[in-house]
């Protein structure tokens, strides 16, 4: 008989059926007359309990064989549980031990185990509770956010992972090349001759799907990308990832405050269906990693967010009574530190801050009236600061190049990227929301590192 996942067991079994499961003991506990072993096939946090009777076939021998961490394949009977926290249990009259498990050298042992340590296990950690959680929220998350664009009429479209552009112009490049790395062709002068390379030019792996996506959303209006994206930049921190996922949705004929609105109801859109598809993950989330997830989650959902200029976020900071480690300054960029105290002290929401500093912005995005700043938009989240970056573009040809020029990017390089400025140009808008730093928000984890099955750091590419 086909197997059955726990999670539709545990939530709608019923006494009297005969069902099969496939999966992997958690727990073993030997009593004298019973035993109880409590199987997870990752679909559901909490295990189904198999009750072992002392006159199951080959009882002891059995027993010896279902070690924590075995897989296994149980068919018998749901029963009414005596035991509190589950309705059903299983009554075996089957039991196969499909792979064994080493005892002594399993390093899932029963105890808590510290986040750190989980991360040297790459390979085994996603069979705890926490990571458990963790990977189905993520999923729920990465299917509201397509049901969300698709029930919108947006295109998924699928920008490439090798590009020879740096979107967001801040050099956090990783190249990507043929060369063999002790044998480079170097020209006359001296300098790498890219034209012997691959792509006869060089190459990186992207750092935004952006610039692809805006050639797309002059075509089809509505787009929106979802991919892995990627930083050279060294920065160890709990918000940082070298390999990220991003989902870049692109939008003609919409300005900023069509983007915010936009952002606004994604965001709320994520929350709602990840609480309803997720209760018992968000549950244990809020009992065992952070006791303000389903308040956050429900203030989300619930209030608007708020809506201030850079400028105006610049003054708040500056009336703050508590003290910044980096300087407040008008034409600075917002820290963290700054961008928490915003969401997380002062407002206690979502901010969305926007028309930012020209000069700390990337080339792409629109020069507003004053000439000073840009329609930008960045959303801060409590606790994370950033999560959200995105801006209406600068669709006006001249005002683009003499941007480009200045940012001193390669103006030749864009030709295409200025050519939709020639053809047809609209004024569109678009964000980038990291994808990694929702899950984080969502579930409180409190380290990027454990949002990701197999994080990408600084000195870390294990597993
Ligand atoms: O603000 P960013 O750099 O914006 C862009 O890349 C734009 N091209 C997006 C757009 O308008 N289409 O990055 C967008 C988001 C950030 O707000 C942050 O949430 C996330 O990507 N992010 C990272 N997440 C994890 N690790 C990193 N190193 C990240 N860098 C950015
Ligand atoms: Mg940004």
Redesign the pocket.
């Known amino acids: 008989m086909t197997a059955q996942r726990i999670a539709q067991i545990l939530r709608a079994g019923q006494p009297g059926e005969t069902v099969t499961i496939q999966g992997w003991v958690r727990t073993k506990r030997e009593l004298k007359k019973f035993s109880f072993m409590e199987v997870n096939d990752g679909s559901f946090m909490a295990n189904l309990q198999v009750v072992i009777d002392q006159d199951f076939p080959d009882y002891a021998n059995l027993l010896k064989q279902l070690s924590v961490g075995a897989a296994v394949s149980v068919t018998g009977e749901l029963v009414a549980s005596q035991g509190k926290g589950q309705s059903v249990e299983l009554q075996p009259s089957q039991i196969e031990v499909v792979g064994g498990c080493d005892a002594e050298t399993y390093p899932l042992q029963k105890k808590r185990h510290s986040f750190e340590f989980l991360r040297t296990i790459g390979h085994l950690r996603s069979r705890t509770n926490t990571l458990g959680a963790v990977f189905r929220v993520r999923n729920a998350c990465a299917r509201a956010i397509h049901e969300f664009f698709q029930e919108r009429g947006f295109l998924w479209v699928h920008t490439p992972l090798i590009s020879t552009n740096d979107?967001?112009g801040a050099g956090e490049l990783f190249s990507v090349s043929s060369f063999d790395l002790a044998n480079v062709p170097k020209t006359d002068t001296g300098v790498v001759d890219y034209s012997q390379d691959f792509f006869g030019k060089p190459a990186y792996l992207t750092?935004?799907g952006?610039l692809q996506?805006e050639v797309m959303a002059l075509t089809f209006r509505d787009v929106y990308t979802f991919g892995p994206t990627f930083?050279a930049?060294n920065s160890n921190t709990s918000?940082?990832?070298a390999e990220?996922w991003?989902v870049?949705p692109?939008m003609a004929f919409c300005d900023l405050v069509g983007n915010m609105d936009l952002a606004e109801a994604f965001l709320k859109h994520i929350f709602a269906t990840v609480l309803e598809q997720c209760p018992e993950d968000m549950a244990f989330f809020n009992q065992r990693i952070d006791d303000t997830v389903l308040a956050t989650a429900e203030n989300i959902i619930n209030n608007g967010f708020e809506r201030i200029t850079y400028t105006e976020a610049i003054a708040h900071l500056e009336k703050a009574t508590q003290s910044f480690e980096y300087p407040v300054a008008w034409g600075q960029d917002l820290q963290s530190e700054h961008e928490r105290y915003l969401a997380e002290q002062l407002f206690k929401k979502p901010v969305i801050v926007t028309d930012y500093p020209v000069g700390i912005k990337a080339f792409y995005m629109r020069l507003n009236d004053d000439g000073k700043t840009v329609a930008a938009m960045?959303i801060l989240a409590p606790k994370l600061g950033?999560?959200?970056?995105?801006?209406q573009r600068e669709e006006r040809l001249d005002v683009l190049e003499r941007r480009i020029t200045e940012a001193e990017m390669p103006l030749e390089e864009l030709w295409w990227y200025r050519d939709l400025r020639r053809y047809g140009t609209v004024p569109h808008a678009?964000?980038?929301?990291?994808f990694?730093?929702v899950v984080q928000f969502m579930t409180g984890m409190g380290n990027?590192r454990d949002v990701i099955p197999f994080p990408r750091t600084p000195l870390s590419a294990e597993f």
């Open positions: 979107c967001e750092v935004s952006q996506a930083r930049e918000r940082h990832l990220f991003m870049e692109e960045d950033e999560i959200v970056g995105g801006s678009g964000f980038g929301l990291g990694e730093r990027i």
